[in-house]
């Protein structure tokens, strides 16, 4: 949480050296949480932010679409990785077969 107030993520009260935190950073805890199970690096999310002191909800809005176009594009490399492998193991398969036929 330290590196999320570095980076400018989120504010933290403080009192003394201790932090405090409110129900406004327990939420930005959260997003920042999930946004990370989504792909989406710290490093984005100062991008997103910017200069402003809360997120640029549309540039947000853009950047998802793009990064879901992203996994759908790789969801396909998959799926064509995927269809090679199983022709790959067919051939080997074969190849097997006609090894044993010769014994």
């Known amino acids: 949480m330290r590196l999320y107030e570095e980076l400018g993520l989120m504010k933290v009260s403080r009192t003394g050296k201790y932090r405090i935190y409110n129900q406004n950073n327990i939420s930005q805890i959260k997003m920042i949480k999930e946004a990370q199970t989504l792909g989406i690096t710290l490093a984005d999310m ?7 002191e809360d997120f640029d909800w549309k540039l947000v809005s853009s950047y ?40």
């Open 46 to 52: 100062v991008t997103l932010r910017g200069s402003q």
């Open 64 to 103: 998802l679409i793009e990064k879901q176009w992203q996994v759908e594009e790789k969801i396909k490399e998959l799926e064509l990785q995927k269809q090679r492998i199983k022709e790959y193991k067919i051939s080997i398969d074969i190849c097997i077969q006609e090894l044993d036929s010769n014994l």
